[in-house]
């Protein structure tokens, strides 16, 4: 069973950058859709951004675009989620997940789930 094991989170100031990163455990994440969601305290979880198998079809809800960017590394099986300009709402715990496809990811039709990594952005 592929395990999605999340790392990067922190504290950072509004305007700042975090890279999170997703790498797996028990498998490789080749075949799959990924992405990440997010919860913030209160809300319910969001979808946040998705990347194809290939790399090469990727997709990003209205809140993050031209802010964060999705990326992922076959040879490391490793998938990355560089986020800049930071903004206090974007303060949550944040899921790597993988899907049978990136389409998928954004339904919430996901394999498995990571268990998160915090980002507090303060004002």
């Known amino acids: 069973q592929v395990q999605p094991v999340e790392s990067g989170g922190g504290l950072v100031q509004a305007g700042g950058s975090l890279r999170l990163s997703c790498a797996a455990s028990g498998g490789t994440f080749s075949i799959y859709g990924m992405g990440w969601f997010r919860q913030a305290p209160g809300k319910e979880r969001e979808f946040v951004a998705a990347?194809?198998?290939?790399?090469?079809?990727?997709s990003y809800a209205d809140s993050v675009k031209g802010r964060f960017t999705i990326s992922r590394d076959g040879a490391k099986n490793t998938m990355y989620l560089q986020m800049n300009t930071l903004k206090p709402e974007d303060t949550a715990v944040y899921y790597c997940v993988t899907c049978p496809r990136a389409a998928a990811c954004r339904t919430g039709l996901v394999n498995y789930w990571g268990k998160g990594t915090l980002v507090t952005v303060s004002s």
């Open positions: 990347i194809s198998s290939s790399g090469t079809g990727i």
